[in-house]
């Protein structure tokens, strides 16, 4: 059987295996680690890689700033930084139709910045807000809508453990690829905010107010809130600046935030046990799917299907941007199936020679910077996209007798502000990277 053969045929197998709900990092390691063998023709190859094969994929620096970055957003959860950047928001917009919801937008999008994870942000945010939307009076379908959505901003906004993978598998500079998603993030979260404001301007019944806050309390929830701003400023602005290295500006983030949730009272012995258990077992799925995708890739590579796949596109003369949407597309579509870090480690290296190929107009680094941040966006829409969103059961699980049909028709105008962005973003790539070019 021909090596293309063997490798179409290993795409149908562990999507397969995916549907019938094998874990995605096993399927993709056995298909990976079985068609290598029937490639190589012989077990011997194969044999010789795995000597060096786990050791090679996880020996990489960049990796280290995953379990950091998990770690810094337990700490931020346990030093109640969630519940400051809620009632701080809440302060300035809650007594404004609609305000309460824009605050857990906000809020989200703060949380977002030190946590890097989108349904551990959609969790604890929803833990957060979810009582004071009931409070103020919203409707259950905006109040769920609203936070799912929110929710995705934990991975859009900087730090991003997706980003760093996508950084790794296309050889990008992390540092770069952060700083290429702030203003992408900062138009989601005001996007979000704007189609709240419209929702409740077309039926007010949709949402209630709360009491203007008084001068002393909107001062106070500022002055709650500087240790988030301080960390953000000293881990983006610290990585970007290149005063140190991505790894180490996620140590310091975490040494930071787990300073601050000490001096809060919230990390006492029991609670940063649960902490790091929590940050080993994020990880240890993080890895293992790292650990198929790179046998899975290995086996790709073996069998050229990538390279042949980017050839043949380049044959068929269509233009770059109707390859660019076409592969938008599917990812928004599989998405509603898959989390957004497999299908990065799944589809990134064979999706990103295919576009390398093609003339944007910018420069390669420029070009894969812009993809990276377009893929992230889209592959985050996926948890928010009914049916199987898994934003959407993150918070229905927290707001049971709300029916998911109404959660579904609330998140669907948030799904369209996301398509309207990345089709700006697709139109304008400037948006993305004009702060690169400073």
């Given at each position: 059987?021909?090596?293309?053969?063997?490798a179409?045929?290993?795409i149908?197998?562990m999507?397969?295996?995916?549907?019938?709900?094998?874990?995605?990092?096993?399927?993709?390691?056995?298909?990976g680690?079985?068609?290598?063998?029937?490639?190589y023709?012989s077990?011997?190859?194969?044999?010789?890689?795995?000597?060096?094969f786990?050791?090679?994929?996880?020996?990489?620096?960049?990796l280290?700033?995953?379990?950091?970055?998990?770690?810094?957003g337990?700490?931020a959860?346990?030093?109640?930084m969630s519940?400051a950047?809620?009632?701080a928001?809440?302060?300035?917009i809650g007594?404004?139709?609609?305000?309460?919801?824009?605050?857990?937008v906000?809020a989200?999008?703060?949380?977002?910045?030190?946590c890097g994870?989108?349904l551990?942000t959609a969790?604890?945010?929803g833990q957060?807000?979810?009582?004071?939307?009931r409070?103020?009076?919203?409707a259950?379908?905006l109040a769920?809508g609203?936070l799912?959505?929110?929710?995705?901003?934990?991975?859009?906004?900087?730090?991003?453990?997706?980003l760093?993978?996508y950084?790794?598998l296309?050889?990008?500079?992390?540092?770069?690829?952060?700083?290429a998603?702030?203003v992408?993030g900062i138009?989601?979260?005001?996007?979000?905010?704007?189609v709240?404001a419209?929702?409740?301007?077309?039926?007010?019944?949709?949402?209630?107010?709360?009491e203007?806050?008084?001068?002393?309390?909107?001062?106070?929830?500022?002055?709650a809130?500087?240790?988030?701003?301080l960390?953000?400023l000293?881990?983006?602005g610290g990585?970007?600046?290149?005063?140190?290295t991505p790894t180490?500006?996620?140590?310091?983030?975490?040494?930071g935030?787990?300073?601050?949730?000490?001096?809060?009272?919230?990390?006492?012995?029991?609670?940063?046990l649960?902490?790091l258990?929590?940050?080993a077992g994020?990880?240890g799925?993080?890895?293992l799917?790292?650990?198929?995708?790179?046998?899975?890739?290995?086996f790709?590579?073996?069998?050229?299907l990538?390279?042949?796949?980017?050839?043949w596109?380049g044959d068929?003369g269509l233009?770059?941007?109707?390859?660019?949407?076409?592969i938008?597309?599917?990812?928004l579509?599989?998405g509603c199936?898959?989390?957004?870090?497999s299908?990065?480690?799944?589809t990134?290296p064979?999706?990103?020679?295919?576009v390398s190929?093609?003339?944007?107009g910018?420069p390669?680094e420029?070009?894969a910077?812009?993809?990276g941040?377009?893929?992230?966006?889209?592959?985050?829409?996926?948890?928010?996209?009914?049916?199987?969103g898994?934003n959407l059961f993150?918070?229905q699980?927290?707001?049971?007798?709300i029916?998911?049909?109404?959660?579904y028709?609330?998140v669907?105008p948030?799904v369209?502000?996301?398509?309207?962005?990345v089709t700006?973003?697709?139109?304008?790539?400037?948006?993305?990277?004009?702060?690169?070019?400073?």
């Open positions: 059987m021909e090596p293309m053969t063997i179409l045929w290993g149908v197998i999507l397969v295996l995916i549907f019938l709900r094998v874990p995605i990092g096993l399927s993709m390691l056995a298909v680690l079985t068609g290598s063998w029937l490639v023709g077990v011997g190859p194969l044999l010789a890689q795995l000597k060096t786990t050791f090679s994929n996880f020996s990489s620096a960049s280290s700033v995953v379990p950091l970055f998990l770690l810094m337990q700490f959860a346990l030093g109640g519940t950047l809620f009632k928001a809440e302060a300035f007594h404004r139709k609609g305000g309460v919801a824009m605050a857990a906000g989200c999008a703060g949380f977002g910045s030190i994870s989108s551990a969790a604890t945010m957060v807000a979810l009582p004071e939307l409070r103020a009076g919203y259950g379908s769920t609203a799912a959505a929110g929710g995705t901003l934990g991975i859009l906004i900087p730090p991003s453990i997706v760093v993978i950084a790794v296309a050889e990008q500079n992390i540092a770069k690829m952060f700083t998603a702030i992408p138009l989601a979260a005001l996007g979000y905010m704007v709240i419209i929702q409740v301007r077309v039926n007010p019944k949709l949402a209630g107010t709360v203007r806050a008084t001068k002393r309390e909107r001062i106070d929830a500022l002055l809130i500087w240790p988030v701003v960390i953000f000293l881990v983006i990585i970007y600046a290149g005063i140190f180490e500006g996620a140590a310091v983030g975490a040494g935030t787990g300073l601050l949730a000490w001096l809060k009272g919230g990390l006492g012995r029991k609670n940063l649960s902490a258990e929590a940050t994020g990880t799925m993080v890895f799917i790292v650990l198929g995708a790179a046998a899975f890739n290995s790709l590579a073996l069998s050229q990538p390279q042949e796949l980017a050839a596109v068929q233009s770059p941007y109707a390859v660019l949407w076409a938008l597309v599917f990812y579509i599989f199936v898959m989390d957004s870090l299908m990065i480690l799944l990134i064979i999706f990103f020679p295919m190929g093609l003339d944007f910018l390669p420029e070009m910077i812009w993809f941040v377009l893929v992230l966006i889209v592959v985050e829409v996926g948890l928010i996209t009914p049916p199987v898994m993150v918070i699980a927290m707001a049971p007798d029916k998911i049909t109404d959660t028709r609330g669907w948030f369209m502000s996301d398509l309207i962005r700006i973003l697709v139109a304008f790539p400037v948006i993305s990277l004009f702060i690169l070019r400073f």
